[in-house]
């Protein structure tokens, strides 16, 4: 018989951490608003969410990367909003950002999540944070309790 193994939306105990840019805040917010409400009705106490504001997007890995590292956190979300101006300096930032959020997670072992949006324009942002496109906060922390109840099972 095969054996599977699946995470589910329980959270566990433990305390989560947010990491979220304060560049593009108008998004931003809405990106926590959709974090926290998520944690909250998933049973996680506001006691046991620790939300940290860094200037901008840039800033998260750093930040991140300690928070995971603390022993303190089940998970970490990460949440910001780069927007596409007219150079290619959102590019630069994409990358790094990515790339520094997947090493928090890959060397503390707890699940860092990525809830950094990458949109042309503002109106792709706002629909991505709790427009018609749903909430990438929501999804950022479901993603955070599933990957703890999987990375518990294995
Ligand atoms: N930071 C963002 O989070 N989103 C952006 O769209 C953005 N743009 O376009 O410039 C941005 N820049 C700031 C950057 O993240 C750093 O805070 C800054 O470069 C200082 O290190």
Known sequence: MVQTIEGNLL????????????????????LL????????????????ISVVWVP???EIPIVADK?????????VVCLGAVIQGETTHHDYINHQVAAGIMQASIESGIPVTFGVLTCQDMDQALNR???K?????T????????MV???CQL
């Not at 409400?37 to 106490?45: E, I, L, Q």
């Not at 928070?67 to 998970?75: C, E, M, N, T």
């Not at 496109?133 to 906060?137: A, L, R």
């Open 133 to 137: 496109v749903g909430n990438k906060g």
């Open 139 to 146: 999804e950022a922390a479901l993603a955070a309790i599933e």
């Open 33 to 48: 608003d959709g974090a926290v409400d998520t944690f909250k009705r998933h049973g996680v106490s506001e006691e046991n």
């Open 56 to 58: 901008g997007s840039f």
């Open 67 to 75: 928070l995971a590292k603390s022993g303190d956190y089940a998970a």
């Open 129 to 131: 944070a709790g427009g």
């Open 149 to 151: 109840n999987t990375l």
């Open 11 to 30: 959270a566990a105990d433990g305390k989560y951490g947010i990491v979220v840019s304060r560049f593009n805040d108008l998004v931003t917010s809405r």
